[in-house]
């Protein structure tokens, strides 16, 4: 069993449509976050949510919209996707925000054209 | 807001050797962690190390914290071709996420 999966794990849209990335973990962790990954391998926190709240949305724009229907759930939609939004996402969990080992799914790789 | 700061960029190796990275941030810190990231996957957890120790052993991994300098190094002895990937810290920021360095790449040739 995959402890957090996401679908789908490539993506490859035109500029200005809405694109959805679907994440679920199996751990009963309380804390999800995204990331992104860069080309630089850079990687950028972007949201951060526990038990289903958001706390943490780092100058993210208002195209990315995260949504948690359960713990278990976090999903991010975009909108009007940018060629610069073309980077690898990653979503993880943990027990608890920041403190304890935070397991990530397998990434998807968002292509804009 | 980027955290911790991974030292050097790149490292090349050969198998057997040992890898030495550093990893220097900015703000106090609970704990600090590092994570390693095979090509084409996701981050895997490798050790967590908290304010108060100094030290820390896992396998071939050794960690240490210097809380008054700011910084960690994560020593992998005896280096394999398996260990080629880019290996990142994580800072915890405030008890809201992870927050994590640019990472260093490691090739391990054997």
């Known amino acids: 069993d995959t402890a957090v999966s996401q679908t789908p794990k490539y993506l490859v849209t035109q500029m200005g449509n809405d694109k959805s990335i679907k994440c679920e973990q199996n751990?009963?962790?309380?804390?999800m976050y995204w990331y992104k990954q860069d080309s630089k391998k850079f990687l950028k926190i972007m949201f951060s949510y526990n038990n289903k709240e958001l706390i943490i949305n780092e100058t993210v724009p208002n195209r990315f919209s995260p949504k948690s229907p359960d713990k278990a759930h976090l999903n991010l939609h975009i909108n009007s996707l940018e060629l610069g939004d073309s980077a690898v996402y990653f979503c993880?969990?943990?027990?608890?925000?920041?403190?304890?080992?935070?397991?990530f799914g397998q990434g998807t790789r968002l292509t804009v054209v | 807001s980027q955290q911790g700061e991974e030292d050097p960029q790149a490292l090349s190796i050969q198998e057997g050797e040992n890898a030495t990275m550093n990893c220097s941030y900015k703000?106090?810190?609970?704990?600090l962690q590092w994570y390693r990231q095979n090509s084409g996957r996701g981050l895997v957890h490798l050790i967590l190390?908290?304010?108060?120790?100094r030290e820390k052993h896992s396998g071939r991994l050794r960690v240490t914290l210097d809380t008054s300098k700011k910084s960690s190094s994560l020593l992998i002895t005896a280096s394999r071709a398996a260990d080629t990937a880019s290996y990142f810290c994580a800072t915890d920021q405030a008890g809201t996420a992870l927050i994590f360095g640019k990472g260093t790449t490691l090739s391990v040739s054997s």
């Open positions: 190390i908290r304010s108060n120790e």
């Open positions: 993880a969990s943990s027990h608890a925000p920041g403190a304890t080992e935070a397991f």
């Open positions: 703000t106090s810190i609970n704990n």
């Open positions: 751990l009963g962790h309380d804390t």
